[in-house]
């Protein structure tokens, strides 16, 4: 159960920074890549530098997080989801303090950086590997498990996982699209760095007590 409320927590937090990287970027995503890359190829067709240029810089940002936090993962397990957790926080506060102080695409950066840390967490729920800052896996999940369920109701469980994921993406855009217009920018991605830092600390607090005090021999 802690891990299914973990997940949803950070894909609620992804839907929210992606709602509002969305709108301030004018029609780019922090953590959606499949929509910027269909972006990317589209601008270049039609000769748009300069969204072609910010499409890859979105695109780079988040591969080079994907990078760094895949490496943190390989050398910093089995603490390695509350080291990943801290340095997004950190990346999160450092755009809200470039916003006003840089253009629009590079304040962001950071943010594209998080997401694409984010997902090199490795998460298992019921079998289901979630966490993702992007969900067209889980709803493809969702219905394949719906159908395997026909079957066998014990993929019911699977189902519910990958719906889960994709509400709370969704409920994280309706947040961060309502925060936005209500708090401006710096403020929710101040808020949004204070959320993964503490969700950080969660993590750190139950791993640790879960581990339970060590024997000696």
């Excluded at 840390?117 to 992007?134: C, F, K, L």
């Excluded at 896996?137 to 394949?144: E, H, N, Q, S």
């Excluded at 961060?176 to 403020?187: D, V």
Aim: charged letters at 10%.
């Amino acid at each position: 159960m802690a891990a299914l409320v973990f997940d949803v927590l950070i894909v609620i937090l992804a839907g929210f920074l992606d709602a509002i990287g969305f709108t301030y970027l004018s029609a780019l995503y922090v953590s959606f890549m499949s929509g910027n890359s269909t972006g990317l190829g589209i601008a270049v067709a039609n000769g748009h530098s300069g969204f072609a240029f910010s499409s890859a810089a979105v695109l780079g940002s988040f591969v080079f997080g994907a990078f760094a936090g895949s490496l943190l993962v390989a050398t910093r397990k089995p603490a390695a989801t509350p080291v990943v957790l801290a340095v997004e926080a950190g990346l999160v506060a450092g755009a809200a303090a470039l916003v006003g102080h840089a253009e629009q695409v590079p304040s962001l950066l950071p943010v594209c950086i998080a997401m694409g840390m984010q997902n090199a967490v490795p998460r298992q729920v019921d079998g289901v590997e979630g966490g993702r800052s992007y969900v067209t896996g889980a709803l493809f999940g969702m219905a394949k498990a719906l159908a395997l369920s026909v079957a066998d109701r014990r993929h019911l469980a699977q189902a519910a996982v990958h719906g889960s994921t994709w509400l709370a993406l969704v409920s994280g855009a309706v947040g961060g699209s309502l925060s936005l217009a209500a708090f401006g920018l710096p403020r929710c991605l101040s808020f949004a760095a204070l959320v993964l830092l503490a969700i950080s600390a969660a993590h750190l607090i139950l791993r640790m007590s879960s581990s339970g005090p060590v024997r000696q021999p």
